[in-house]
Structure formats: structure tokens, C-alpha cells
């Protein structure tokens, strides 16, 4: 192995800051898979890795998720091949850790994304801007109730830096809205959007059971 990847690999297993790697095309060798898995392993606090468009082979793909972590919100493998067997392995993953697994190509499977491009650039930026945005949205939280109006919530991801036009961001932030038009912040501050969501939903609808009219009345 390389100076180079031998400096990068030390500075991935110390480094307590890294929330976003990036390492997609950039055509790493599946021989630096191992020592990259291991590195993986030792570091806790990175919640996005993208892998994407680099000619892994199958085994390195699984090598890798040998040394990821369970506290990983996102992993990126758009563009790389992902047979049946390896991609039923993938599933079985992304489910047991309630992460987001970013597919573009599965072999002869066409696995429909977890999130749009759009909705994971806003996951991606509640994750790594986590302290910025949520003092913005405690002040907006009048009622402490967890929840803010979808144009409140709006304010919040602008004044943190997230630069989209505003019709965009709309259609951004109504993805993550309840039925009630609010947007639960303090629980989507775990990155977990999707998996948030099914969970409020369902308490949600729980909440609301329709009551059967009374034949007799």
C-alpha cells in the first residue's frame, strides 16, 4: 500500500470529527478494500460513506461492509454491479441497522431507491449540520412539542445554509412532513428520515382509529 493511502487510512481510524466520506470515483483497488474495511471499523463518527461508481467486485463490496458500523445513517453504491446474492445480503443489512443503502445498479434486479437524489442531499444536510439546525428549530418551537410547521421548519434549513431555491426546498421539506402539515424535528434530527417517518406515521394513524357507525342509531 501506498504513503498516500497508508496516511489516509491512520487519518480514517482517528479521526472523531468525519461525519461525510466521500470516496466514490476516485477508483481505489479492491486490494485497498481490506485495509479500508478495517479502518471503517475503528471510526464512530461517521454517519455517510459513498462508494459509488468505482469497479468494486463483489467480494470487496462485502469485504467492506465487514467493517461498517451501526451507527452509519447512508452508504452509496450507485453504479456498482450487485448480483442477487450479495444484493438479498444488502437488504437483510440495510434492514437490520435501519440505515438508507443508495442503489443505481443491482445486477439483473431494479431495486427501487429508499430516497430520491433530492431527499438524500437533504438527509445528508441534517446530518452534518445537526448543530446548527437544531437551536434554530428549539427557538421556532414556541410549544416544545417536537414539531414544527413546514414553512417554520423551511426558515430553519435556510438560515443553517441549505441552498435550494424555494419552490425545491418546499417540495423537499413537504417529503418529511406528517399528515398534520408539521415537521418533527427532534426526531428527524437522527438522520433517519425515512424510518422516522413509518414510525410517527403509525403512531399517528393509531391515534385516529375510525369509529363504525351505530347500525341502530
Given at each position: ?11 480514517l481510524r482517528s479521526n472523531s470529527q468525519l461525519v461525510n466520506l466521500n470516496i466514490g470515483n476516485t477508483r481505489f483497488p479492491g486490494s485497498f478494500c481490506k ?86 442531499k437533504l438527509d445528508e444536510f441534517i446530518i452534518t449540520n445537526h448543530g446548527k439546525l437544531m437551536p434554530l428549530a428549539i427557538e421556532k418551537d414556541k410549544d ?74
Amino acid at each position: 500500500m501506498s504513503q498516500g493511502a497508508n496516511a489516509f487510512i491512520n487519518a480514517l481510524r482517528s479521526n472523531s470529527q468525519l461525519v461525510n466520506l466521500n470516496i466514490g470515483n476516485t477508483r481505489f483497488p479492491g486490494s485497498f478494500c481490506k485495509e479500508l474495511s478495517h479502518a471503517l471499523s475503528s471510526n464512530s463518527s461517521l454517519r455517510i460513506i459513498k462508494l459509488g461508481n468505482n469497479p468494486l467486485k463483489e467480494e470487496e463490496v462485502e469485504m467492506l461492509f465487514g467493517g461498517l458500523r451501526p451507527s452509519l445513517y447512508i452508504i452509496g453504491l450507485e453504479n456498482i454491479m450487485v448480483g442477487r446474492g450479495l444484493y438479498q445480503r444488502l437488504l437483510k443489512f440495510e434492514e437490520e441497522h435501519s440505515l438508507v443503502i443508495h442503489y443505481g445498479k443491482s445486477g439483473d434486479n431494479q431495486r427501487a431507491r429508499p430516497l430520491s437524489a433530492s431527499s438524500l442531499k437533504l438527509d445528508e444536510f441534517i446530518i452534518t449540520n445537526h448543530g446548527k439546525l437544531m437551536p434554530l428549530a428549539i427557538e421556532k418551537d414556541k410549544d416544545k412539542s417536537g414539531c414544527l410547521p413546514v414553512a417554520q421548519f423551511q426558515d430553519c434549513l435556510h438560515d443553517a445554509g441549505f441552498k435550494v431555491t424555494q419552490i425545491i426546498l418546499k417540495e423537499m421539506v413537504d417529503k418529511i412532513s406528517l399528515e398534520n402539515g408539521t415537521v418533527p424535528y427532534k426526531e428527524i434530527m437522527s438522520g433517519k428520515i425515512p424510518f422516522v417517518l413509518q414510525k410517527l406515521r403509525a403512531q399517528s394513524a393509531a391515534r385516529f382509529v375510525p369509529v363504525e357507525k351505530d347500525e341502530d342509531y
